[in-house]
């Protein structure tokens, strides 16, 4: 087939192949050049000839171009084919996935602080706190109106938002779960926790609204570009992996280090022996809920930044999901839930890229399901032995 010899043909395919690839690729309208470089080089396997000599013929039909759209053409012929290589070469796929890779990682960061609230209650109270994922939201809320609604500095807003989140977290152990901790049976437990979570939604959905919140992100560090600018670094990521790391690192050494650890340390063992000792139980549990709602105020902030919306219930699915990493990487273990949190982040950010991003949720939770029927104690959980 002689491509110079079909300009009305060209014509039509430009054009589909220009509204298909920019749907495909997310590239606004206003991207022709990136959409010839890509017909050219589809074409190049279809008539095999090189890419190069098919970009150049489909250049010679100056009435494809305006019925397209496209200007100037011919003069950015050159870099556009340069953009167009560097995407599809080997090295562009590769630094693609990188970045999608880098992404993951800080996805599965946020997952892994609030995974910690999830794995630190159950480990020393031996409760679930379903509504984890709520006090994420109250988090957000707290630096939105801080910041976005009195103007207040950042750095306030954050302070604010930890702070009433500690206190929340100390209220809803008071007052939701110390009366069913004795006697209570799992079931009434989780019911309350499904309870509470839906008394945080609503009253935020009362003094909020449910219309959704532009949310300013408090990080205000410039992005990184490696490789040529093939890979860009935000701002939040680098914050958010940074305060990944820190917040592990800082909690290892309080319960390892600390007597308030190792109190921890000593209810997660055996409660009644631990009273016996001296240990304030009922403290030491409620000090667990203040560090892990403090540290789902700073998961909030940090989630809100990534992507910023902010609704009564955008904590819901990630809680869910950080719970899924805690138990992944083993519910009550706090290495696990870093290594549960980053896989589970790496694997929904690749199922979006690569597979597709309905199903991205789909293979979180086929990823719990699997985990569950392979390995009921995570990675690095342990088997606990009834006593009766």
Known sequence: ??????????SYCINGFFLYFNSQRG???????????????RGSVCYNKPARELWQRLLIFEFTCKYTGISAILDKSESAWIQCRNKFSYRGVLMSFISYLINGISLGSVYAIIALGYTMVYGIAKMLNFAHGDV?????????????????????????????CTLLGITIEYIAYRPLRQAASSLAVLITAI??????????????????????????????????????????????IISCIVIMIGL????????????????????????????????TISLTFAIGSALAAIAGMLLCSAYPSLTPYTGSMPGIKAFVAAVFGGIGSIPGALIGGIVLGIIEILGKAYISSQMADAIVFMVLIVVLLVKPTGILGRKIQEKV
Do not use: H, R
């Open 1 to 10: 087939m002689d491509l110079s010899s079909n300009g009305f043909i060209i």
């Open 27 to 41: 590239l606004p309208e206003s991207s022709p050049l990136i959409t010839i470089s890509c017909l050219a080089k």
């Open 136 to 164: 994420i939201m109250v988090g957000g809320f707290t630096i939105f109106f801080a910041v976005s609604m009195q103007g207040l500095p950042a750095f306030v807003g954050v302070l604010l938002a930890v702070i009433l």
């Open 195 to 240: 309870g509470v979570s839906y008394f945080l939604q609503n009253i935020a959905l009362l003094i909020f609204g449910a219309n959704t919140k532009a949310f300013t992100s408090v990080v205000t560090i410039p992005a990184v570009k490696l490789a040529n600018d093939q890979i860009i670094i935000s701002g939040e990521t680098i914050v958010t």
């Open 252 to 283: 290892s050494l309080f319960i390892n280090k600390t007597k308030a650890g190792q109190a921890m340390l000593a209810v997660s063992e055996d409660k009644g022996a631990a009273q016996l000792m001296g240990i304030n139980v009922n403290g």
